[in-house]
């Protein structure tokens, strides 16, 4: 099979990273030529896709992959995978799986509430909104009968160099509380479990919560980490004075639980790190937030 990946960001890097062996090509894209440069010894062929400069390959690649991967988000107008090579890779006769990596804030906010695949979108920022769209976009190319497309609705992504123990070694790490407020996330080892299993999966295209199985209080996150590290975990602050970046204050405007037991049913996905607690854990033992 060869591969190709819209975004070669942190699931996709590590993804490809993990999967060695699995393809016989695999390829994708970055915003810069610097950044081309960073990747050219990890054995993945780079291509730059920006609004000023797009590789002509490309095209070449998405046409001949069996697998392609979409983490680049949508603009606020419009989709740039979609505008430049939705219709392309409609048209082409030959069977592809395509992976779409959206976000759990296309539910909006639920109060707290249980939310599953089954539900209606309702989400409540211009971001989620956009999310929304190109999904529904990715879901019509999946109606071409050589084409089947999975929808990943991703929770808070966390793993290694990215996770609570990294930013309280760092001294960023907030305790921020607003009562009642839970957080999903999900460890990018079983989002790459997700990836696998629906590169497997034998029926139609889908769309698939990609949560843990433990939706939390950011708190916790910060003190079971702290606790991990033998330290005393930052003072506690009141949300509605806390100092919060705009985007970080927006993901405390929504409120929710998702469940992935689609994702466990149907894909027959198993998590390898079910809660935070079992992921930071393991990411302690091997020795993120030391040194």
Same mark, same amino acid.
């Given at each position: 099979?060869?591969?190709?990946?819209?975004?070669?960001?942190?699931?996709?890097? %590590? %993804?490809?990273?993990?999967?060695?062996?699995?393809?016989?090509?695999?390829?994708?894209?970055?915003?810069?030529?610097?950044?081309?440069?960073?990747?050219?010894?990890?054995?993945?062929?780079?291509?730059?896709?920006?609004?000023?400069?797009?590789?002509?390959?490309?095209?070449?690649?998405?046409?001949?992959?069996?697998? $392609?991967? *979409?983490?680049?988000?949508?603009?606020?107008?419009?989709?740039?995978?979609?505008?430049?090579?939705?219709?392309? #890779?409609?048209?082409?006769?030959? !069977?592809?799986? #395509?992976?779409?990596?959206?976000? #759990?804030?296309?539910?909006?906010?639920?109060?707290?509430?249980? *939310?599953?695949?089954?539900?209606? !979108?309702? !989400?409540?920022?211009?971001?989620?909104?956009?999310? &929304?769209?190109?999904?529904?976009?990715?879901?019509? #190319?999946?109606?071409?009968?050589?084409?089947?497309?999975?929808?990943?609705?991703?929770?808070?992504? %966390?793993?290694?160099?990215?996770?609570?123990?990294?930013?309280?070694?760092?001294?960023?790490?907030?305790?921020? $509380?607003?009562?009642?407020?839970?957080?999903?996330? $999900?460890?990018?080892?079983?989002?790459?479990?997700? $990836?696998?299993?629906?590169?497997?999966?034998? =029926?139609?295209?889908?769309?698939?919560?990609?949560?843990?199985?433990?939706?939390?209080?950011?708190?916790?996150?910060?003190?079971?980490?702290?606790?991990?590290?033998?330290?005393?975990?930052?003072?506690?602050?009141?949300?509605?004075?806390?100092?919060?970046? !705009? &985007?970080?204050?927006?993901?405390?405007?929504?409120?929710?639980?998702?469940?992935?037991?689609?994702?466990?049913?149907?894909? =027959?996905?198993?998590?390898?790190?079910?809660?935070?607690? *079992?992921?930071?854990?393991?990411?302690?033992?091997?020795?993120? =937030?030391?040194?």
């Amino acid at each position: 099979m060869k591969f190709f990946a819209f975004g070669l960001g942190y699931c996709a890097r %590590y %993804y490809l990273e993990h999967s060695k062996g699995a393809f016989e090509a695999a390829a994708g894209t970055v915003r810069t030529a610097a950044k081309a440069g960073e990747l050219k010894n990890e054995n993945i062929e780079t291509f730059v896709f920006a609004p000023e400069h797009e590789d002509p390959a490309i095209a070449e690649r998405v046409a001949a992959a069996d697998v $392609i991967l *979409v983490s680049v988000p949508p603009g606020s107008s419009s989709d740039p995978v979609l505008a430049r090579y939705g219709h392309r #890779i409609a048209s082409l006769r030959r !069977p592809q799986t #395509i992976i779409y990596l959206s976000t #759990i804030g296309v539910y909006g906010d639920r109060g707290g509430d249980w *939310v599953d695949e089954s539900m209606t !979108p309702t !989400p409540s920022s211009e971001r989620s909104l956009a999310r &929304l769209q190109a999904e529904r976009s990715w879901a019509a #190319i999946g109606k071409e009968p050589d084409k089947k497309v999975f929808i990943l609705r991703l929770a808070g992504i %966390y793993g290694p160099g990215r996770n609570a123990l990294v930013n309280l070694k760092a001294g960023t790490a907030k305790r921020v $509380i607003k009562r009642g407020q839970v957080f999903n996330r $999900i460890h990018v080892e079983d989002i790459k479990r997700a $990836i696998d299993a629906a590169i497997a999966h034998q =029926g139609p295209g889908d769309v698939f919560n990609v949560s843990d199985d433990a939706p939390s209080p950011p708190q916790d996150v910060i003190t079971f980490a702290a606790m991990l590290m033998g330290v005393e975990p930052p003072p506690t602050e009141d949300f509605e004075s806390a100092d919060l970046s !705009p &985007l970080a204050r927006s993901f405390y405007a929504e409120n929710k639980r998702v469940s992935n037991r689609k994702l466990k049913d149907e894909l =027959g996905v198993k998590l390898a790190y079910p809660t935070y607690r *079992v992921g930071l854990e393991a990411l302690w033992e091997a020795g993120e =937030g030391r040194g």
